[in-house]
């Protein structure tokens, strides 16, 4: 496995903005930010080495999320019943919306009247939608194993 | 939509045999607003199960059942032999963190016994009104970036970053002054998309960039409903699935319109899907 260092960094840096970008957009306060910041960091970092190692995206992204909720569940103490919401937060860069864009696009184009070819079409598609239930899914597989293992009294 | 979910076992502390109806009124009434309110802010339904069961009985409700649906909250509260069944309707979905916060920090207030259902419901009506926020520039410019950013990492090159930062801005802005105009968030999104998109694909091209579709898509990334999606996961994973179905119908709808707002814009500017 090499990890090219400015690819890692690269990611890790524009998850960040990510994450923090929508950390404004949801409202998280100005202390939080930083740790929304953090959690996009290591969801992309773990996801790009995981990745690296020729992982598929949906395990890769799995991986990521369950990173990223055992490292909230770590930080619980310092921040409070926000840690699994700065989680969640950390994982919006990793929801798979241009995959979804496209999937729908292309069911779009199967309808279209005369098809070159729709056998292609259907499997682009086909692709593009099972990738955004795996993905999805393997996000919200992550965050809830590191929540339900690690549960405490008080729900987050 | 509603779901039955909740049967909480009596409370441990002294029950009043015959309460006074308005007392268990004031308890439902004060359960409710907090649920609805965390419904509002983007608690998955187990947290609004928990914090709403954790208030009436903190009030000493002795019997506390609850079934969230996507637009509206019921709950049964009873003490004694009494009981009354009341709902409360639940409005836009978003998300508000720091609201969110206010609203569990006050179910612990409520839990320690130090305000009485009146006051808990006028001070989580204040926590609406009152829970700070960013000024719009600010969120319509980090949402831009954002969006650019989320590009970056879809393959987005460098003469793209600007005019997809600008047009996810521009159409967070237009999105803020249409949900406070009460307009159909679906709507939204379509109209959204389509401004978002065409601004990029004008900014973009001019810019000399080689990815204008992922461009394109990059600019309406912040409509993608990441939190509701996760949320109907969980909500179906924790046994809600009624309500984890309707959120999750509601993600596939947004995403329908997000994508009919970027589609049309590629055949009004002739770009290839």
């Known amino acids: ?15 960040a903005v990510a994450a923090s970008g929508f950390g404004v957009l949801f409202n998280f306060g100005w202390r939080d930010l930083r740790w929304c910041a953090a959690s996009g960091a290591l969801a992309l970092t773990t996801r790009t080495i995981a990745q690296d190692a020729n992982w598929s995206l949906e395990a890769a992204t799995f991986a990521a999320a369950a ?25 919006i860069p990793m929801v798979p919306g241009f995959f979804a864009a496209q999937a729908i696009f292309g069911l779009f184009e199967l309808t279209a009247p005369h098809l070159n070819d729709p056998g292609k079409i259907a ?18 597989a992550g965050l809830s194993i590191a929540t339900h293992i690690f549960r405490s009294e008080v729900h987050d | 939509m509603h779901q ?50 954790m208030v009436a009985r903190s009030f000493g409700a002795d019997r506390v059942d609850l079934r969230s649906g996507h637009a509206s909250v019921d709950i049964t509260v009873g003490r004694g032999g009494s ?10 979905h978003g998300v508000d963190h720091r609201l969110g916060l206010g609203l569990r920090d006050l179910v612990r207030r409520i839990q320690q016994g130090n305000l009485t259902p009146s006051e808990a419901l006028a001070k989580a009506t204040g926590l609406k009104r009152d829970t700070p926020h960013f000024p719009p520039w600010l969120v319509a410019l980090a949402s831009g970036i954002a969006c650019a950013a989320f590009g970056r990492l879809l393959g987005l090159d460098w003469p793209g970053f600007l005019p997809v930062a600008a047009a996810g801005a521009v159409g967070q802005a237009v999105r803020q002054v249409l949900l406070r105009r009460l307009v159909n968030v679906f709507v939204i999104a379509a109209s959204v998309a389509f401004l978002s998109s065409s601004l990029a694909e004008l900014g973009a091209s001019r810019a000399g960039s080689a990815t204008v579709n992922v461009a394109m898509v990059a600019s309406v990334l912040m409509l993608v409903p990441g939190v509701p999606a996760l949320n109907a996961q969980s909500d179906i994973m924790e046994g809600h699935p009624t309500l984890g179905t309707a959120r999750g119908v509601c993600v596939i709808m947004l995403l329908t319109f997000i994508a009919t707002g970027v589609l049309l814009a590629q055949v009004l500017l002739g770009v290839q899907p």
């Not at chain 2, 009981?83 to 836009?92: A, D, K």
């Open chain 2, 4 to 53: 039955l979910t909740m049967n909480v076992p009596a409370a441990a502390h002294g029950a009043d045999p015959a309460p006074d109806p308005s007392e268990l009124e004031r308890i439902a009434m004060a359960a409710l607003e907090v649920g609805r309110l965390l419904m509002e802010t983007g608690a998955r339904a187990e947290i609004v199960h928990e914090d709403c069961s």
């Open chain 1, 67 to 91: 990173a990223v909720g055992c490292g909230g569940r770590l930080l619980r103490a310092r921040l409070g019943i926000a840690s699994n919401s700065l989680a969640v937060a950390g994982c």
């Open chain 1, 123 to 140: 499997m682009t598609t086909m692709e593009f939608s099972l990738r955004v239930i795996f993905t999805i899914g393997a996000i919200g």
């Open chain 1, 1 to 15: 496995m090499t990890i090219d260092a400015l690819y890692l960094l690269h990611q890790a840096l524009f998850g």
């Open chain 2, 83 to 92: 009981t009354i069944t009341r709902t409360m309707e639940v409005g836009p």
